[in-house]
């Protein structure tokens, strides 16, 4: 498995690492001759922190290049890291569709560009190859990668990345919809816009909100999401939670303008899902494990 990565900054960096920690080899491109010192620097003091038995093993398996067609060569998957722009990422894939087999995937890690948009007025044959694989920052130490997939991407192309990813070690979620954020950016927005309207209204200060989520919120987060979270939070589970909390939730949304109310459909759709994920009769046994996890990351002053 050959990868290459365009563009060599924070995410080029760190893909690069998870790629060759899992033996994949690695070509990083790089336009500017001086970011790639920079990032060859990068890759091996971030390898160091990383505690393995012998980074020089994952370092020996990334090349740096300012040679495009020099990194594109011979390479099963392309993952564009390049500046946030529509044109330069279209030109740069544009290139690597021209310079690679046509089954090769090219997946960007655009934060905000839809793939539609990145693929629009590219040949048929190149826009099926495009699709978004947007990481967290960093890749090698957070796991969840959200891919995106446009109307026109191939579903061979959609199942080939998940795969690739996979076996890197991640964690790929599959957004259905070309929606501005995808999920990641989506949730962690609803928060902040939530806390700096808190703050705007002197409700309390910064720290104090990053302390509810520090000591309170991201601890469960950590190891299950808001949805099993409400769902182990109320006995009845998520259904019995929406009854009790759903009023409350729809009042806060209401004093923000916001009205995007859980319908009684949407809640049976929620806990539809959530009951093929944990039946009932499991539920006492799963708050214990939950339980279980927060003791075991507990804090020193915690009981
Ligand atoms: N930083 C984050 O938290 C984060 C998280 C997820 C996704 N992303 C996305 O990843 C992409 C890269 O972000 P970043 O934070 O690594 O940016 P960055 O500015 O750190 O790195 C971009 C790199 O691209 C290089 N570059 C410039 N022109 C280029 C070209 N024509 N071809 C190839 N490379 C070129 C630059 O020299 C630089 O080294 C962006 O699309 C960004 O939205 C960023």
Redesign the pocket.
């Known amino acids: 498995m050959s990868v290459t990565v365009?563009?060599?900054?924070?995410?080029?960096?760190?893909f690069a690492i998870l790629f060759a920690c899992r033996g994949f080899d690695v070509a990083v491109?790089?336009?500017?001759e001086d970011?790639l010192p920079?990032?060859a620097d990068d890759l091996r003091e971030r390898l160091k922190q990383l505690d393995l038995t012998d980074p020089a093993v994952a370092e020996a398996r990334v090349r740096f290049t300012a040679q495009?067609d020099d990194a594109l060569a011979g390479a099963t998957f392309v993952q564009?890291?390049?500046?946030?722009r529509v044109d330069?990422?279209q030109?740069?894939l544009a290139h690597a569709a021209a310079r690679t087999a046509e089954d090769v995937p090219l997946a960007?890690?655009?934060?905000?560009?839809v793939p539609s948009r990145l693929a629009e007025g590219l040949d048929a044959s190149v826009a099926k190859r495009i699709l978004v694989g947007?990481?967290?920052?960093p890749?090698y130490l957070l796991p969840v990668i959200e891919v995106v997939p446009s109307t026109v991407t191939a579903e061979s192309i959609t199942r080939r990345v998940t795969e690739i990813y996979r076996s890197a070690g991640l964690r790929p979620v599959l957004v259905r919809r070309e929606v501005e954020g995808f999920l990641f950016n989506r949730l962690q927005g609803a928060l902040l816009r939530e806390a700096y309207c808190l703050v705007r209204d002197g409700v309390a200060g910064v720290d104090d909100i990053d302390e509810v989520v520090r000591s309170g919120l991201g601890l469960r987060w950590s190891f299950i999401g808001p949805f099993e979270t409400a769902d182990l939070n109320t006995r009845g589970g998520i259904e019995s939670h929406a009854a009790k909390m759903g009023p409350a939730y729809e009042r806060m949304g209401a004093e923000r303008g916001q009205h995007d109310p859980w319908t009684p459909d949407l809640i049976a759709e929620v806990t539809g899902q959530r009951r093929a994920l944990l039946d009932l009769d499991d539920w006492d046994e799963r708050v214990r494990w939950r339980d279980r996890q927060l003791i075991r990351m507990r804090a020193p002053n915690a009981v």
């Open positions: 365009l563009g060599a900054g924070s995410i080029g960096v760190s491109y790089d336009p500017f970011a920079r990032a495009l564009e890291c390049a500046p946030e330069l990422k030109e740069l960007s890690a655009s934060s905000a560009i947007h990481p967290g920052n890749p």
